[in-house]
């Protein structure tokens, strides 16, 4: 079984800053791209960022210069620091990664979400 778990969600003044983290467990032989994914009420699920296995890195238009992906390879982990944070922010973030198991299955995982609230 693969496993994601995100941490780092919360309250925050518009302005602050969160930091979010994800980390895989379970029967992982390699992981590709990772990911944050959001989902506002009422609305569809977007990409936030994702960033590959060798660090380079995507953003959606509405986030660019504001957060920042990064992962750590060693600890199967993926962050995402976000700055500035504005009430439109709000929503429910999902991890995401596409993992090789130890079977040799690629497969494409999600974590159950955190959510963060910016308050304005």
């Known amino acids: 079984q693969v496993q994601l778990v995100e941490s780092g969600g919360g309250l925050v003044q518009a302005g602050g800053s969160l930091r979010l983290s994800c980390a895989a467990s379970g029967s992982i032989f390699s992981i590709n791209a990772m990911g944050w994914y959001r989902q506002a009420p009422g609305k569809q699920r977007e990409l936030v960022a994702t960033i590959t296995h060798t660090g380079s890195t995507n953003y959606a238009d509405s986030v660019k210069g504001r957060f920042t992906i990064s992962r750590d390879n060693a600890k199967n982990t993926v962050y995402l620091g976000m700055n500035s944070l504005k009430p439109e922010d709000t929503a429910v973030y999902y991890c995401?990664?596409?993992?090789?198991?130890?079977?040799?299955?690629?497969?494409?995982?999600w974590g159950k979400g955190t959510l963060v609230t910016v308050s304005s």
């Open positions: 995401n990664a596409y993992i090789l198991k130890s079977g040799l299955v690629w497969g494409d995982y």
